[in-house]
């Protein structure tokens, strides 16, 4: 059982910066971060195989793309997710999560396929 922690979430304006972080106790293949916003589905933002040294095997959903980074550090054994410009559409609960999805991890993460989750941490950017 893998032990997530993740943490870092704020409120911020239009056009802000954050980062998440994930503490996970335990190994990891593929790690992922998922949203969900009040009345939608719960959707998989970006993942990352945590294996990878001097190199990065990622996914990122379009919504995203150009604007988030995702990363992993092996020694600290924590998964990030650096947010830039950020907009109100990225209000949401963010969670982290932990698995071995069956189509490796430069995929659109399914939640079926995470089967270790944090507890989630709020993020909200005003208009």
């Known amino acids: 059982q893998v032990q997530l922690a993740d943490s870092g979430g704020a409120s911020v304006q239009a056009g802000g910066s954050l980062r998440l972080s994930c503490e996970a106790s335990?190994?990891?293949?593929?790690m992922a971060w998922f949203r969900q916003a009040p009345g939608k589905e719960r959707e998989g933002v970006a993942s990352?195989?945590?294996?990878?040294?001097?190199?990065?095997?990622?996914y990122y959903a379009d919504s995203v793309k150009g604007r988030f980074s995702i990363s992993h550090d092996n020694a600290k054994n924590t998964m990030y997710l650096q947010m830039d410009s950020l907009k109100p559409e990225d209000t949401a609960m963010y969670y982290c999560?932990?698995?071995?999805?069956?189509?490796?991890?430069?995929?659109?993460?399914?939640?079926?396929?995470?089967?270790?989750w944090g507890q989630g941490t709020q993020v909200t950017v005003a208009s």
């Open positions: 335990g190994y990891t293949f593929c």
């Open positions: 999560a932990a698995g071995r999805p069956s189509g490796g991890c430069a995929v659109s993460p399914l939640i079926s396929e995470y089967g270790d």
């Open positions: 990352i195989y945590t294996g990878g040294v001097g190199f990065r095997i990622t």
